[in-house]
Every structure is written in structure tokens, then in C-alpha cells.
């Protein structure tokens, strides 16, 4: 089973509007990690935030803010007034702390249009 | 800081030949990983080694193998390439030890890009 699912494959905004990426989960662990990941078109990925499966509380950085819910097993990504540097392909990712290992999802492409 | 550096960039090779993709960190990281990334699947991880002197497969580690070398570098081998092989390669590393590592955020190479033809 698919550990980490990113149902949107492809989304297409103007610069300036909030866009959210959706994030869904699978574990059986109860302490596990989750990460967003950047990849603009020059290829390499960029680590953007690291959450434990302690903390739901949601994080801002600057335009960027990420909503965990157990709950709902999701860890969801907005970006807020987006820009066209924000175009890229964006990854989550699951690690199981038992395990070592990363389990990443199929990628969000985001394409911010001027 | 170098971080991650992988070797070659870019490499094409025919049915059947081999070749070792290098990779090496400097960041004094325990555990470092290989992954390909094809379109519309993500990364997927092929092997990695959660310390010095141990490997383990990952998702899709048919027709390749590892070694770790020392603490800073960790190779991939295709030893009879095939086009199915044809991908983006990262390289990553991670301060992750052992079998409990898993909440260190991993460090990317730039990746190698391999055409087999």
C-alpha cells in the first residue's frame, strides 16, 4: 500500500493566489515523521520542513504554512500569495522511526503563472 | 560546502554495459541512501546504508548493487544496464544511525542523469 499519496498531479495558478498541496499519509507507528521537499526546475531538492507525529501544531514560515492532522492522517502545504519562483515540484514524505527508511509521494507540480 | 556530490551529471550507456555512480558527503552523516526518480512516480528508494558497514535494499533494488565504502561514500553499480534503468539518480544522506534515524532530514545530491540505450 501506498504510504504517502499526493493526489494532485498538476496545478496551474496566477502569482498572487493561495494554492494548497494535499498530503496523506499511512503508518502504524505512532511516532514517524513528515517532510515537504522542493524541487525547482533546475532538478535539485530543497528540504523545506521537517513535523514529528507529536506536534500538531501548525507552522508558518513566511508565506509558506503546513497544517498536520492526525485525525485525518494529512499534512497539507499552502502557499500563500504565491510567486512565480514557487513553481516547481513539490514532495512529501513519510519516515518511520523504527525504520530509517523515507517513503516519498508522486510529487505536486505547481505552476505559478505572472 | 559541497553537502552531497554525485558523479557523473549525465551518462549514457548501451544494453549491458555497467557502470558505478558515485556518491559522497561531507557532512559527517551516518546513513545515506540511493533513490531514481521517474516521471510521475516520486522517488524511490533502492538501497541504503543506515550506518558504516551495513546496506539494505529498499523498493526497487533489482539490478543494482551498493557498497558503502567508508563513512563519507556510498556507490550504486548497474552491472549489465537496462533501458528500464533509464532515470534520474539521487544520492542522499542523512545524520540518521542505525536502524533510528529516521527523523533527520535527508541532504540531496544534484542527480544523475542516465539514458541506456
Known amino acids: 500500500a501506498q504510504k504517502v499519496t499526493q493526489a494532485q498531479t498538476e496545478i496551474s495558478v496566477v502569482e498572487k493566489e493561495d494554492v494548497t498541496l494535499d498530503c496523506v499519509y499511512e503508518?502504524?507507528?505512532?511516532?514517524?515523521?513528515l517532510f515537504w521537499y522542493k524541487q525547482p526546475p533546475s532538478g535539485e531538492l530543497v528540504f523545506l520542513i521537517r513535523?514529528?507525529?507529536?506536534?500538531?501544531q501548525n507552522e508558518i514560515s513566511g508565506r509558506y504554512s503546513w497544517n498536520f492532522q492526525k485525525s485525518t492522517s494529512s499534512f497539507n502545504f499552502t502557499i500563500t500569495a504565491s510567486q512565480v519562483v514557487d513553481s516547481a515540484v513539490y514532495f512529501c514524505?513519510?519516515?518511520?522511526?523504527?525504520?530509517?527508511?523515507?517513503?516519498f509521494g508522486s510529487g505536486t507540480k505547481l505552476n505559478v503563472k505572472p | 560546502n559541497a553537502g552531497v556530490t554525485q558523479t557523473p551529471k549525465f551518462q549514457v550507456l548501451k544494453t549491458g554495459q555497467s557502470m558505478t555512480l558515485q556518491c559522497a558527503q561531507d557532512?559527517?552523516?551516518?546513513?545515506m541512501y540511493w533513490y531514481r526518480q521517474d516521471p510521475g512516480m516520486g522517488l524511490r528508494l533502492i538501497y541504503y546504508?543506515?550506518?558504516?558497514?551495513?546496506?539494505d535494499k529498499g523498493e526497487v533494488p533489482n539490478g543494482y548493487n551498493v557498497s558503502r565504502l567508508n563513512k563519507r561514500e556510498f556507490s550504486l553499480r548497474l552491472e549489465s544496464a537496462a533501458p528500464s534503468q533509464t532515470s534520474v539518480y539521487f544520492c542522499?544522506?542523512?545524520?540518521?544511525?542505525?536502524?533510528?534515524?529516521?527523523?533527520?532530514?535527508?541532504?540531496f545530491g544534484d542527480g544523475t542523469r542516465l539514458s541506456i540505450l
Open positions: 542522499a544522506s542523512s545524520e540518521g544511525f542505525g536502524g533510528r534515524g529516521g527523523n533527520q532530514p535527508q541532504h
Open positions: 503508518t502504524r507507528d505512532t511516532t514517524y515523521y
Open positions: 513535523r514529528n507525529s507529536f506536534d500538531e
Open positions: 514524505a513519510l519516515s518511520e522511526w523504527n525504520f530509517n527508511k523515507f517513503y
Open positions: 557532512m559527517n552523516h551516518n546513513s
Open positions: 546504508s543506515a550506518s558504516e558497514g551495513t546496506t
